[in-house]
């Protein structure tokens, strides 16, 4: 039992004299720390800080033409599936798949033999109700009929000749015509298949011009003007092509908070294809005293983007406002003036009040 209390003795003067070596310790550490802030001194044996070297630019103004970069799809000019009107069998094909065919040409023939039929029915009896109009005609001006008998002649010619327009409007069905001239596609009938109206015989699509459909978003909304040049490429080619725009939505999408636009591009030798993807670049201004630095040297933090310049041989944090980015670069719109060094290397690991040294970067 003796044995076990000096045990107990000496391990609570052991832990006594940890926390008090423990203490000491910090205390002197503590000391010497606030001797090194209260003198500015850093580093050991009282020596300051080394700077940290970093690369930086001079903010100077330059004209920027201010670009936007958008996606959107080229469509055709005009185009229509291709049906028949009435019902029947395919009596002739007149054209031939992947050929340019001009407005007003035939291009399927439906069999018309019945409504032919109807229609030389309802010529004779117009003939006949003609006829009969004529005589009305002459025994009125006689006195020999009364105007009664003569306006029901007259009613019944009327009718049979609205009986013939209605049996020829059938007639001009069977024959299917271009609506517009363009380029049409793969059939889907032959000679001697049914006909439905809902039965598709090919697609015709006019493809010069064509339209490039795309949107922007709504800030961009006030700058975009009917007439704008846009130059864009397609997946399929390198080529950049042009177009103008002609026609923009009057209202703003809700759902997607963007502005629908549509331009014209010409197509004479039919390289660009409904349907393709297409990488728009659309010309809004010019800013002739835009201020430009890299990218990197703006980081993001939680109420928008600071910058740090050098001033004094030391790093200062600048909260900008930024606009338009390109690839390698990004308009500053306030927080920097002409003549400010920016840092553009080191930006995470640099601190306010860091003594820096600065490589100037040519632009």
Partial sequence: MKKRYIIYVVLALGLAYLI????NANNKLEGKGGAAASTGKGGKDGKAAPAMTVEGIIVKPSKFDNDLEVTGA????????????????VTGIFFKEGTSVSKGAVL?????????????????????????????????????????????????????????NLIRAQLAKTTIRAPFSGRIGLRSISSGTYLTPATVIANLVSTNPVKITFSVPEKYAGQI????????????????????VYAIEPGINAATRTLQIRALAPNANNMLLPGSFAKIKLALNTLEDAILIPNEAVIPVLKGKIVYIQKDGKAQEVKVEAGTRTDDRIVITSGLKVGDTVLTTGSMALKKDAPVKVNLVKQ
Avoid: M, W
């Avoid at 080229?74 to 069998?89: D, H, M, R």
């Avoid at 109009?133 to 049979?160: M, P, V």
């Avoid at 003007?225 to 103008?244: A, R």
């Fill in 108 to 164: 399927v023939k439906v069999n018309d033999r019945d409504i032919q039929a109807q229609l030389q029915d309802a010529l004779t009896k117009q003939k006949l109700s003609g006829t009969n109009e004529s005589r009305a005609k002459q025994l009125l001006a006689k006195g020999a009929i009364s105007q009664e008998e003569y306006d029901t002649s007259l009613a019944d010619l009327k009718s049979f000749q609205s009986q013939t």
């Fill in 74 to 89: 080229i469509e055709a000019n005009e185009s229509v599936v291709l049906k028949s009107e009435v019902s029947g069998l």
């Fill in 225 to 244: 003007k009917l007439g704008s040049e846009i130059t864009f490429t397609t997946d399929g080619s390198s080529k950049q092509n042009t177009g103008k």
């Fill in 20 to 23: 008090y070596y423990r203490i």
